[in-house]
């Protein structure tokens, strides 16, 4: 009962574990948009969106694994509905880069170019978090 009172949680329900993995995703996540991104030398400002936003979104939800507090799931939707967006534009300028290289939309730039689904990764991802967060 002390567990529950210290940190708003009972247990380990299927979605604090959930949950839990979620958050460590975005960390792997900040990891690979950052050898990308590093890889073109940051050459757009959107480029720093994913590297802020995967590590703060990462923490907030393995904080919210530990401290089940309303303003803290408040925060984290917000975040999340900013990452959900700042993807879905991610995805639109990666796409648009695979087609400003030499031949346009060919199977070999998207092979070599941007990579067209990590932008939606992050979107999926966010999204996966707000329904844990409105869900449970």
């Given at each position: ?83 959900l967006l700042a993807g879905a534009f991610g995805s639109f ?13 060919e199977m070999r730039n998207f092979l070599v170019g941007p ?22």
């Amino acid at each position: 009962m002390f567990f529950k009172m210290v940190t708003g949680w009972y247990g380990w329900p299927i979605e604090r574990v959930v949950i839990l993995l979620l958050g460590l995703m975005f960390f792997m996540i900040f990891v690979q948009v950052t050898m990308y991104h590093y890889r073109q030398n940051f050459r757009h400002w959107s480029m720093w969106i994913p590297v802020l936003a995967t590590p703060i979104d990462g923490l907030a939800l393995v904080t919210l694994t530990f401290a089940n507090l309303s303003w803290l799931r408040a925060a984290l939707s917000v975040l999340l509905a900013a990452s959900l967006l700042a993807g879905a534009f991610g995805s639109f300028m990666h796409l648009r880069g695979v087609g400003e290289r030499v031949g346009g939309y060919e199977m070999r730039n998207f092979l070599v170019g941007p990579p067209a689904t990590l932008p939606g990764l992050i979107t999926l991802s966010s999204v996966i978090g707000l329904i844990l967060l409105y869900w449970a």
